[in-house]
Every structure is written in C-alpha cells, then in structure tokens.
C-alpha cells in the first residue's frame, strides 16, 4: 500500500509559477512509475505528466510541454511538478498516481493522492 498526499497548490496570476510535491508513504517508492494528471470540473482527469522510476526518462504532454516537467527524488519519497507560465486553463485539480508503468492512461495507476488545487487568474 502506498498513501500520497499532494501540496503546492494555491492561486496564482497567469504568467507565474507554482511547484507542486507529493510525498508517498509506504511500499517502496522507488519500485513506481509516478504521473501526474488533473481534473477540471466537470472534466474526466487528463494526463499532464509522467516519470520513470530512475526519473531519468520524464514525459509531459504537448500541451503544457515547454511549461511543466516533473523530477522525483526518492531518498525523500516525493516526485514534483514544476509549472511555469500558468494559463487559466491549467486550473484544475492536480493528482499524482504510483503506477507500474509510463502511461497517460490514469486506469493503470494504483494509486492516487487526494489532489491539490490550482486556481490561475487572469
């Protein structure tokens, strides 16, 4: 079993930045792929980016790709989500998932933290 808790969110003006962690306890972090995804309301939870165990292969998806990364550091059990240049249309809820695999598809997550609000304001 793996517990994730997400932190980082917050309001923030379009153009600036925000980094988002999660931090897992439990199972050996290290044995996951990690990804990061979002939900707006309304909306199905959308892929946004994923990370190999090492953290030497990262993947984010073409629309944030040039804005957002992820890095991981498992001697402290997290994986973060560096978001620059926000638009509003990055508002949502953003969740990490410790899953098996590099993947877009949340269905082969096993697990998910509980999100952490982004609000971008124009």
């Known amino acids: 079993q793996v517990q994730l808790v997400e932190s980082g969110g917050g309001l923030v003006q379009a153009g600036g930045s925000l980094r988002l962690s999660c931090v897992a306890s439990?199972?050996?972090?290290?044995?996951?792929?990690m990804g990061w995804f979002r939900q707006a309301p309304g909306q199905e939870r959308e892929y946004v980016a994923a990370?190999?165990?090492?953290?030497?292969?990262?993947y984010v998806e073409d629309s944030v790709k040039g804005r957002f990364t992820a890095s991981r550091d498992n001697a402290k059990n997290s994986v973060y989500l560096q978001m620059n240049n926000l638009k509003r249309e990055d508002t949502a809820v953003y969740y990490c998932?410790?899953?098996?695999?590099?993947?877009?598809?949340?269905?082969?997550?096993?697990?998910w933290g509980r999100g952490t609000q982004v609000t971008v304001s124009s």
């Open positions: 998932g410790a899953g098996g695999v590099v993947t877009s598809n949340p269905r082969n997550y096993y697990y």
């Open positions: 439990g199972r050996a972090f290290s044995s996951y792929t």
């Open positions: 990370i190999s165990r090492s953290g030497d292969s990262i």
